[in-house]
């Protein structure tokens, strides 16, 4: 993922990392979430984490409205104030609590590739319904309504209906410009990972074809979806969940084997293993930092997050006097933020040494 947003982070810790199911789904809803934040507290407690970052957390859930339906939340908080909050479309995998002098945010992370922020353009040749899908499952409508009359080609023949026939087209023709228009903004305004055209066949591929770049490469065309009152939903739905997991399943693929063929290179952009993979980080050289299971692995920190080795002696190398030992899967990640890098969750695709990989700006 774009690691812009969590730039927050970058600031002195210790830091509070929580990340729970906010499900508000059964009768009993309210009461197990009271009892996961008790437990959410407890565990804070015993791990020593200031008063104020934990009832930041806890103030931060029971001051917003419950969700809809299955949902996650990973909150980061640091003295006393919240640095990151957001609402999940679904829970993570299991309960974390961490008080730590680095944030831990990889669950926020696989998150945001598993559901990403997109565009779905429900058009036809009157207007559209542009709807705009967030990571923690809200979405936003806007509806563009262009001319209405004429914009149907009428049967028949002369003079008249042909100029009724252009006239209708050029109606339509001047609809769909000011959806792409609009489209055009909201995909400037939002950063989707993908816009999803659904709708009658003739609007979204002449909508498509208007769309300017990058957003028409962002575009994919979808054979579900009305804006007719009473359209079933589910169809759509599932054809644009379907598109959204195959084009993750793809991007995934693409890494691994571009991580392979750099890796297998002389100049080789690619890297594993904790000491190749913080050394690159300290030189402010990764591009893309990958994450596999580590583990309870660590590495060796200094003040700044760039500061990291997998050995003390990497950090008399960088000026270090008196390194301290921190989790991998906090430091790199964290180290990967401050370098802008990307950060990207692997799976069994591949097998990275203790861990992690990274792909570099340069040899």
């Not at 816009?195 to 498509?208: F, K, N």
């Not at 084009?247 to 691994?256: F, I, K, M, S």
């Not at 430091?331 to 097998?351: H, Q, S, T």
């Amino acid at each position: 993922m774009d690691t812009h947003e969590l730039r927050a982070l970058l600031t002195d810790g210790p830091f509070v990392s929580v990340h729970f199911d906010e499900s508000h789904d059964t009768e009993d809803a309210a009461k197990q979430l009271r009892l996961r934040l008790k437990e959410i507290e407890a565990a804070l407690e015993d791990q020593g984490a200031d008063r104020p970052s934990v009832e930041a957390v806890l103030r931060a859930v029971e001051e917003s409205a419950p969700p809809v339906g299955r949902a996650g939340r990973t909150i980061v908080a640091a003295h006393g104030a919240v640095l990151l909050d957001r609402r999940l479309a679904a829970p993570p995998p299991a309960q974390e609590a961490r008080y730590s002098e680095l944030p831990y945010f990889l669950p926020t992370v696989s998150h945001l590739e598993e559901a990403p922020a997109h565009l779905v353009v429900l058009v036809d040749r009157t207007g559209a319904d542009i709807e705009v899908h967030r990571p923690d499952g809200s979405v936003e409508t806007e509806t563009v309504r262009g001319q209405e009359h004429p914009v149907h080609k009428v049967r028949g023949g002369g003079p008249a209906h042909r100029d009724i026939q252009s006239h209708a087209e050029q109606t339509a023709h001047q609809n769909l410009a000011e959806v792409a228009d609009h489209v055009a903004k909201a995909a400037e305004r939002v950063r989707p990972r993908a816009i999803v055209l659904a709708g009658e066949v003739q609007a979204r591929t002449e909508l498509h074809d208007r769309l300017p770049e990058p957003a028409r490469s962002l575009t994919a065309e979808v054979d579900a979806g009305s804006r007719a009152a009473g359209a079933d939903r589910a169809e759509l739905d599932r054809a644009v969940h379907e598109l959204l997991t195959g084009q993750r399943l793809r991007e995934l693929d693409d890494l691994a084997e571009r991580f392979r063929a750099e890796a297998s290179r002389e100049s080789a952009l690619a890297v594993s293993g904790l000491s190749a993979v913080t050394a690159a980080l300290a030189e402010a050289n990764v591009a893309t930092l990958l994450v596999g299971d580590s583990g309870e692995a660590t590495v060796y920190t200094g003040a700044e997050p760039t500061q990291l080795g997998a050995a003390p002696s990497r950090l008399d190398a960088l000026g270090v006097d008196e390194p301290a030992r921190r989790r991998a899967d906090e430091a790199l990640p964290y180290a990967a933020v401050a370098v802008g890098a990307d950060v990207v969750v692997m799976d069994e695709r591949l097998d990275l040494t203790d861990g992690f990989g990274a792909l570099l700006r340069h040899p």
